[in-house]
Nanobody, 127 residues
């Protein structure tokens, strides 16, 4: 049974940091690209970042470049999203998702192209 489980969300003050984890089970993670996506209340889901199966490629949405870092350890079946310098506009439910082809032209494919999804973890940035 394919499963992705996000954790690490919470309430943090502006400028603070969080590290999200995506634990994967039930499928060979080492051949799948993994993406992080987020959805704020009343807004459409948007791409945050993605990483290729062997970590050769990463891509970031412009608003998080320089603040967020995606990484993975296939031996531990885990993908992380380190988030620094958090802003109130980063508040959203964050999801990880996997797909065999998560990239197109060096950037993350649209979230609708990702096949398997976790249930999300809430990130709230507020003073």
């Amino acid at each position: 049974q394919w499963q992705l489980v996000e954790s690490g969300g919470g309430l943090v003050q502006p400028g603070g940091s969080l590290r999200l984890s995506c634990a994967v089970s039930g499928f060979p993670m080492n051949i799948y690209d993994i993406g992080w996506f987020r959805q704020a209340p009343g807004k459409e889901r948007e791409t945050v970042s993605c990483i290729s199966s062997g970590s050769e490629q990463t891509s970031y949405e412009d608003s998080v470049k320089g603040r967020f870092t995606i990484s993975r350890d296939n031996a531990k079946n885990t993908v992380w999203l380190q988030m620094n310098g958090l802003k109130p506009e980063d508040t959203a439910v964050y999801y990880c998702a996997s797909d065999y082809h998560g990239f197109r032209d060096g950037r993350c494919r649209d979230s609708n192209d990702y096949t398997y999804w976790g249930r999300g973890t809430q990130v709230t940035v507020s003073s």
